[in-house]
């Protein structure tokens, strides 16, 4: 079947949208979204007075609050922290008893340093000495945390 191109008539096509349905729809929808807003406008209301009844929604920080219970946040990490590493290097860095019955000092690193390097580190002989029995060289160094917080309170150091 062929086309007669003259048969055609210039111009818009008369099926294409109508009007009148277009503003019936649209004047639909916006009456739901109208009722919906209503509605849950009303349902907050309904909400909010049953959580709050006869009061009205105190102001957050309105007033001061009282501490909760501890543990409790530290208020200040950054001034706990630097207390705690002067308090730490204070104990790295001092003499001290550590157990004044036992002779147990404590000596700061640097000097414990010197003194391993001048005497070394205490070996056990393979075959003569028992497993958990003390060497010679063991023994000899028995004493010397004792001797050397006793030079440290002589040199003017302070003891714990």
């Known amino acids: 079947m062929a086309i007669n191109p003259q048969a055609r008539t210039p111009g818009y096509e008369k099926a294409d949208a109508n009007p009148r349905g277009l503003l019936y729809f649209v004047i639909v929808m916006a009456c739901i979204l109208v009722l919906t807003f209503l509605s849950l406008r009303g349902l907050f209301g309904y909400f909010q007075r049953a959580q709050n009844p006869g009061s009205f929604v105190a102001a957050p920080f309105a007033g001061t609050r009282p501490l909760p219970p501890p543990p409790r946040i530290q208020p200040n990490p950054g001034a706990d922290i630097q207390d705690y590493f002067q308090s730490q290097q204070n104990i790295l860095n001092t003499y001290g008893w550590i157990d004044r019955q036992s002779g147990i000092v404590r000596l700061p690193i640097d000097r414990a340093m010197e003194l391993l390097l001048q005497r070394g580190l205490p070996t056990r002989t393979t075959g003569t000495a028992e497993k958990g029995a003390p060497t010679q060289k063991g023994n000899r160094a028995q004493g ?11 040199e003017g150091g302070s003891l714990r």
């Open 144 to 154: 010397r945390p004792a001797q050397e917080a006793s030079r440290a309170a002589q």
